[in-house]
């Protein structure tokens, strides 16, 4: 009778976890259906295009009402219940359907009225309100303005005192120090030279990291060649489809920007980063959406590693994240506090030299494109904090870290904190 009541109870709990199963597959399958039929634009990183896409009314009240059910729908479902890989795609649903509620909330009180392309988003109705769901959309669910703004000052300075660090080490005035960095060794003037320079680079980086990450035997180098688009020669370096683009337009190339810039965009940066979004089980769900903080933090989180054959050239890593930093500060500035250029201008200054043309270019960066430049410095920052956690644990490794780390592919920042924290990723 015993053995009886086992056997029925197993097939009572066998029947019931199949349709466990079966009931968030089915939900997970019907969302994307669903959502996709919505048309919902992509992220867009103009603030002017993102207002051009709001929808008419009708549609508004259609994409509420799925998200709304979404919400609905989420709290029949129990944690513990669920695998792995169906918690965090519950965890996507939740967060995609919060963000979108914001969205379409602040959409129905739109008025219609496209400004002009050289105000900032405060400047237009329910300004603060847009920037914040930007900064909920581009950076995490979980940043609001306030702390972002205290965030990017600490930044500053963290950065500042590593910069003065290198200089000590150096033993130069600070006088004899900015001339030594502007002497002519450290200037690249043929393309040829750059080019060798940047292989060189990319058999160091290879040589030296590739057992610090996962599939690095599988993946293919990125080809290096120098960019040709003159509207891009205000970043030194970029990558696409494969190839690492240096950019030289016959201004003398900084060879203290080539560690981490290669670092950023090929390997162990964007280039490995796509490499590898496609080794690991990235789900249908995964792919229907793209997480910034996570993409553009990863790419400034290695920069962050050994990675730096001279002081110099963690300088020159400095130089540019400096300029990371103090973004951060204006952008909240300029959309949420309502900095005027000239304020932007006078803090930009304050704490970068000599850098007056880009800093004009950035503030009008900014202005168009809100939210969009703290991705770099959230994300790595988060990631940091993840890498200093983990090294706690006696049996930390590298590769399992960033296995751990890169096993989902991008996803919202918060997401992937929590799951460290609970040990769902990192285990």
């Known amino acids: 009778m015993i053995k009886m009541l086992l056997h029925i109870f197993s097939i009572v709990f066998s029947i019931a976890s199949i349709a466990q199963e079966y009931s968030f597959k089915a939900f997970e ?3 994307i259906q669903e959502y996709e039929n919505l048309n919902i634009p992509p992220i867009r990183i103009a603030f002017l295009e993102t207002l051009a896409d709001i929808p008419e009314q009708e549609q508004l009240a259609k994409q509420e009402r799925f998200f709304r059910k979404v919400l609905e729908e989420y709290r029949n479902y129990n944690l513990n219940d669920l695998t792995e890989s169906e918690e965090l795609s519950l965890a996507i ?3 995609e359907a919060e963000i979108n509620l914001i969205r379409i ?6 008025d219609g009225m496209l400004p002009q392309e050289d105000v900032s988003i405060i400047q237009v109705d329910h300004g603060k309100e847009w920037y914040q769901y930007l900064l909920n959309r581009w950076v995490d669910l979980e940043v609001n303005p306030d ?3 205290a965030f990017g000052k600490r930044e500053v300075e963290f950065v500042k005192r590593k910069m003065e660090n290198i200089r000590e080490e150096l033993d130069y005035s600070a ?3 900015m001339q030594y960095l502007n002497d002519s060794s450290f200037f690249l003037n043929d393309v040829a030279e750059i080019q060798r320079e940047f292989e060189l680079t990319q058999q160091r980086m ?3 990291f590739a057992n610090l990450f996962p599939f690095t035997r599988e993946m293919e180098e990125a080809r290096i060649a120098q960019g040709t688009d003159s509207n891009l020669a205000n970043v030194p370096a970029f990558y696409n489809e494969g190839t690492f683009y240096f950019n030289y337009f016959n201004q003398p190339f900084n060879k203290r920007q080539i560690e981490w810039i290669y670092a950023h965009e090929a390997f162990p940066g964007h280039h490995y980063q796509g490499f590898v979004n496609g080794k690991v089980n990235r789900s249908a769900l995964l792919d229907l959406f793209w997480h910034p903080s996570f993409a553009e933090g990863w790419g400034a989180y290695v920069e962050y590693l050994d990675i730096y054959s001279t002081p110099t050239d963690e300088y020159g890593k400095y130089e540019w994240d400096l300029i990371r930093s103090v973004r951060v500060v204006l952008d909240v500035g300029i959309n949420y506090y309502g900095w005027s250029d000239r304020q932007a201008f006078t803090y930009w200054k304050t704490h970068i030299k000599n850098q007056d043309q880009v800093a004009r270019r950035e503030i009008s960066r900014m202005k168009r494109w809100p939210a969009q430049v703290i991705t770099y410095k959230y994300g790595a920052h988060e990631m940091l904090r993840l890498l200093a956690k983990a090294k706690e644990s006696e049996n930390f490794q590298w590769i399992d870290f960033h296995q751990r780390l890169l096993e989902n592919g991008d996803v919202p920042i ?3 904190r929590e799951k460290f924290e609970k040990g769902f990723i990192m285990k």
């Not at 909330?105 to 739109?110: F, I, N, P, V």
């Open 29 to 31: 399958k019907r969302f």
């Open 93 to 95: 649903i939740k967060y």
């Open 105 to 110: 909330q602040l959409s129905k009180e739109w």
């Open 147 to 149: 702390s972002l703004f």
């Open 175 to 177: 006088e004899d120090f």
């Open 206 to 208: 290879r040589l030296k």
């Open 414 to 416: 918060s997401i992937l």
